[in-house]
């Protein structure tokens, strides 16, 4: 496995793992056009991808600008390895070391994402767009969720 940062020619592969999650579905593809993508991962923000033999097989992009995660997926065939786990780590690192905001992030409830998310020690916050769930991280939590695994990693 490979990680590393998302770039503009990264797109095509980011869209198909994002088509094809089973949770958290689009219900209008088009409603995030390869034109937002771009704008998020050069502009907006920043986004990492994990590569398996060549091909895209998670990504994961933060928003500075709204101050939100804006995307984490997983193919399915590639879920349960680690690489949401590792890909959200190198996001929330580079998200805090460039702003004290705390973010935020929306999620389908009752879903693996929501469980993954508490898990991570996000705070849920309420409700957003139609019926997400809302949860917020903050820089102090996120540096001692972040102190907390390095020593269980140990």
Not at 40 to 67: M, P, Q, T
Not at 116 to 140: C, L, N, S
Request: hydrophobic share 35%; aromatic share 10%; net charge negative.
């Amino acid at each position: 496995m490979i990680y590393r940062e998302a770039k503009t020619e990264d797109i095509s592969q980011l869209q198909y793992v994002r088509h094809a999650v089973k949770e958290n579905v689009l219900s209008d593809p088009s409603l995030v056009p390869d034109t937002d993508v771009a704008d998020y991962i050069s502009n907006r923000g920043k986004g990492w991808v994990c590569e398996v033999d060549g091909r895209v097989v998670g990504f994961a992009i933060a928003d500075l600008v709204d101050h939100n995660i804006w995307a984490l997926f997983i193919h399915p065939d590639h879920e349960a390895k680690g690489i949401g786990k590792r890909l959200h780590r190198m996001m929330l690192d580079w998200y805090f070391s460039q702003t004290e905001h705390t973010v935020w992030l929306g999620t389908e409830p009752k879903s693996r994402a929501e469980t993954f998310y508490r898990m991570q020690g996000w705070r849920e916050t309420g409700v957003h767009g139609k019926g997400e769930i809302k949860f917020e991280m903050d820089r102090q939590t996120w540096s001692d969720v972040s102190r907390n695994h390095d020593e269980q990693a140990k």
